[in-house]
């Protein structure tokens, strides 16, 4: 897979010095002996509290060093990625935060930073130093293990130990709240790829359809595989896991983080289905969605959830410097202001019958959508290959409408068009063709004659929208249409329709619209939005000469 990197060997380093140049001047310092002991620290400390070390391997940032600063942690300690930090390291920053009130040390569940977090504890006590360390062990994938992984529960601890440091509570009493916090977390992650590490080959283990449940934060395989499904599904498969190592009665906060490469859009939606399902019951305070501790660019999500009493509450919602932190949040149900009613001429309409004008408009809805796959084909070799999909919702949502429109009253007619393409059509196209419609309807009523006013919706279209003839677009066989129509009747407006849309056809570049993106020649692929204009006219013709 692909990175953003210099060398692996510096790619650590120059990410932590990305991070103090931009974390804001006078926040966080790194220690001297940089790069081999990379620890990030607050630059304020005084040594008067309680100091907070935690760390581990890189490549799960924001974590650690993202979490340094006032309320959270004061240093971090950075390995290489996905290796724990040396003794040395450790050491180095117990000595330089550590005054008399001694040193909390958080550590994740994993024999490497258990093993040299420990030696330093132990060398630092030697040295007089008050330390305490708290393991947090808080992954339930693996129900048997004796030794549980600690993952992303693990910055929950980061919080309570934090607030309790800053608010000026002694040792004993931080440890304790942390240990009995880290004995209270659940988490369980799930993905649908491994993790690629930048500057190793890679080759991802997973299937096209499927993915892992409780894989671990550095890539290690989950308990089991699983089919990729909807959202709803995976997570009442996660909500039942976490479900068994919950108190039915307690209230809980949830975190909600994102393994590297979850779109926001995705981990919205996750968000959701955690909160709908039953799980979501018992959560009281969320943290997330979004890239707390990841695993580099692993595309998972894990759910991390903490029984909750009035301190531990307390500590969650408070304020902390550290910016990577995401404020814990009453889980609230999404409010719904009432809508404004319409004014005017939509909000008129009154469903009423005309026979001739149901026959087109059902006649060319139903042209339209038998050409969904032609104008989607036409669509893929010149932009996103939607159009004819995009068309045909169009036209379904007029047909399911119909007999509420006022098909009598030619203008209503227009206007209650254009009101159902732009809420039923997506993209521009949806917008575009309400334009035309509502400006048409205005015209029409003003006096003008149908011809004129699709003219005057025309002229309102192309201004809004920028696209004029030539530009390789609708306007291309819309335009030559209309002002035939205007001329000659309708027999040769779908004439000039088709032969607009051919002229596409020889066009080698779109000037407007989203085939104006594509850097590749198009002659000889006519413009979809133009032959579906084309074949309105056609089939609209067709009713004429039927007649």
């Given amino acids: 897979m692909k990175h953003f990197f210099n060398r692996r060997e510096t790619i650590v380093t120059e990410a932590l010095d990305g991070l103090l140049r931009t974390i804001g001047s006078g926040e966080l310092a790194r220690l001297d002996g940089y790069p081999e002991l990379k620890v990030v620290l607050r630059a304020d400390w005084d040594k008067s509290k309680v100091s907070v070390v935690s760390g581990g391997g890189a490549g799960h940032?924001?974590?650690?060093?993202?979490?340094?600063?006032?309320?959270?942690?004061?240093?971090?300690?950075?390995?290489?990625?996905?290796?724990?930090?040396?003794?040395?390291?450790?050491?180095?920053?117990?000595?330089?935060?550590?005054?008399?009130?001694?040193?909390?040390?958080?550590?994740?569940?994993?024999?490497?930073?258990?093993?040299?977090?420990?030696?330093?504890?132990?060398k630092a006590r030697a040295e007089g130093f008050r330390v305490e360390m708290v393991i947090v062990a808080d992954d339930i994938a693996l129900p048997d293990i004796a030794q549980p992984r600690g993952v992303a529960g693990t910055l929950f601890v980061h919080k309570i130990a934090g607030h309790l440091s800053e608010a000026g509570h002694d040792l004993a009493t931080v440890a304790t709240a942390a240990r009995a916090a880290a004995k209270d977390i659940a988490s369980l992650g799930m993905s649908l790829s491994s993790c690629s590490i930048p500057g190793q080959p890679h080759e991802d283990r997973f299937g096209a359809d499927d993915g892992e449940l409780g894989l671990g934060i550095h890539g290690e395989p989950g308990v089991e595989r699983i089919a990729v499904q909807s959202a709803d599904r995976l997570m009442a498969i996660m909500a039942k896991r976490l479900a068994v190592r919950l108190d039915p009665n307690a209230s809980y906060a949830l975190l909600i983080n994102n393994l590297g490469s979850v779109p926001p859009l995705e981990m919205s939606v996750i968000a959701n289905a955690v909160l709908a399902s039953p799980l979501g019951k018992a959560v009281k305070l969320t943290v997330g969605p979004g890239p707390l501790m990841t695993a580099l660019n692993m595309n998972g999500f894990s759910l991390s959830l903490i029984r909750l009493d009035a301190a531990r509450e307390t500590a969650l919602l408070a304020p902390v410097g550290p910016h990577a932190w995401m404020p814990a949040k009453p889980v609230a149900a999404p409010a719904i202001v009432p809508m404004a009613k319409a004014a005017g001429q939509s909000a008129a309409y009154k469903a009423s019958q005309d026979a001739g004008t149901r026959r087109v408009i059902v006649t060319v809805c139903e042209r339209l959508i038998s050409l969904e796959a032609t104008l989607n084909g036409l669509d893929a070799k010149a932009g996103d290959g939607d159009t004819g999909s995009t068309v045909a919702t169009g036209a379904r949502s007029i047909l399911e409408r119909l007999d509420t429109l006022p098909l009598a009253e030619p203008g209503a007619t227009l206007g209650a068009i254009g009101d159902v393409l732009s809420a039923s059509m997506g993209g521009s196209s949806g917008v575009l063709l309400s334009i035309f419609f509502t400006a048409a309807a205005q015209a029409l009523d003003g006096g003008a004659d149908v011809a004129k006013a699709l003219l005057a919706g025309l002229e309102r279209m192309t201004f809004y929208g920028?696209?004029?003839?030539?530009?390789?677009?609708?306007?291309?066989?819309?335009?030559?249409?209309?002002?035939?129509?205007?001329?000659?009747?309708?027999?040769?407006?779908?004439?000039?329709?088709?032969?607009?849309?051919?002229?596409?056809?020889?066009?080698?570049?779109?000037?407007?619209?989203?085939?104006?993106?594509?850097?590749?020649?198009l002659q000889g692929v006519a413009d979809p939005g133009a032959h579906a204009v084309a074949q309105v006219f056609a089939a609209a013709a067709t009713l004429l000469v039927a007649a």
């Fill in 466 to 521: 920028g696209a004029q003839l030539g530009d390789r677009t609708m306007v291309d066989a819309l335009e030559p249409a209309l002002k035939a129509l205007d001329a000659s009747g309708l027999e040769e407006a779908a004439a000039a329709a088709r032969r607009g849309a051919e002229a596409t056809a020889a066009m080698e570049k779109a000037k407007a619209g989203r085939s104006a993106y594509v850097g590749t020649k």
């Fill in 61 to 122: 940032e924001p974590s650690h060093a993202g979490f340094v600063g006032k309320g959270m942690l004061t240093a971090a300690v950075s390995g290489e990625i996905f290796a724990s930090p040396s003794v040395e390291a450790v050491l180095a920053a117990i000595r330089t935060v550590t005054g008399p009130a001694g040193c909390l040390l958080i550590v994740k569940n994993y024999t490497g930073d258990r093993l040299n977090f420990g030696l330093a504890a132990e």
